[in-house]
């Protein structure tokens, strides 16, 4: 059975079995898998719907089959590596990029998932990073539930436009003189230095982020299989802001 096979069934059983069955935090089991495993959920049922890079992947099962993952993998962007804690520990910066439920799983799931995670890198002495997207309502409450460090909110920027699910790192020379710039709104970013006392110790002194002792506060939420981003654009000489989705409709050739 492939995994979008076994999505589709646990579909079915989350309106069925599952909910009768009540799934309790001791069915959950946890472990690392493969890229293929992964592949099908995040593309399909992750509202990214694409895959990022992926250094260590992990799934959680309920009676053998694929019910969450989470991905850790090396950010693309060299001055964000160096920017957490300096260019000696750049290298040891990863970042928590990728993490989905399916939505019968119990309360605290997530939280489980994200220590079982932590808990199997220990030893390698990594700083950890991740971002809660303001514009998918969320506020990191699994980052505080494992004790992530809170770092602030990143910069307001703006990306080169390059069409509807591709990402703007690659780009034309036509499209990077387009007026049409991509909004990338502002997240919140946690910081979780995991590895030994010495190592944590001399992190902590080399953080360039502030630590904010008080947590971003705001309702917890899921979102639905198959809900997208809203993605926001920006017209840089007139000063408007629309939706993607409205814009491709006036400009079908972009799709």
């Known amino acids: 059975m492939t995994v979008i096979e ?3 069934l646990l579909s079915q059983l989350d309106e069925q079995s599952f909910l009768e069955q009540e799934v309790e935090l001791k069915d959950i089991s946890f472990r690392r898998i493969s890229r293929e495993e992964a592949k099908d959920m995040l593309l399909n049922y992750h509202y990214l719907h694409r895959l990022p ?24 962007s060299m001055p ?3 920017g957490v804690a300096g260019e000696t520990y750049s290298p040891q910066v ?10 019968f799983l119990p309360k605290n799931t997530e939280s489980m998932f994200v220590g079982y995670m932590l808990k199997d890198l220990k030893p390698l002495n990594l700083i950890l990073i991740s971002y809660a997207d ?5 506020s ?13 909110l990143s910069a307001n920027r703006t990306d080169v436009y390059v069409g509807k699910g591709k990402h703007s790192r690659t780009y034309t020379e036509e499209q990077r003189q387009s007026d049409i710039r991509k909004i990338r709104s502002s997240k919140h970013r946690y910081v ?3 590895g030994n006392k010495r190592f944590k110790k001399d992190v902590l002194k080399a953080l360039k982020y502030p630590i904010i002792p008080e947590y971003p506060k705001g309702e917890v939420t899921h979102y639905e299989v198959g809900e997208e981003e809203v993605v926001w654009l920006y017209n840089k000489v007139t000063g408007e802001t629309f939706t993607e989705e409205n814009y491709l409709k006036s400009n079908p050739i972009q799709r």
């Open 192 to 194: 979780y230095i995991n």
């Open 134 to 138: 303001k514009g998918m309502n969320h």
């Open 6 to 8: 076994q999505i589709d």
């Open 94 to 103: 990863y970042e928590l990029n990728r993490l989905y439920t399916m939505d």
């Open 80 to 82: 964000l590596c160096k």
């Open 140 to 152: 990191g409450y699994i980052y505080q539930a494992t004790n992530w460090l809170y770092t602030g």
């Open 53 to 76: 890079p992926m250094s260590f992947i992990y799934g959680a099962f309920v009676d053998n089959a694929l019910v969450g993952i989470l991905t850790v993998g090396k950010p693309a």
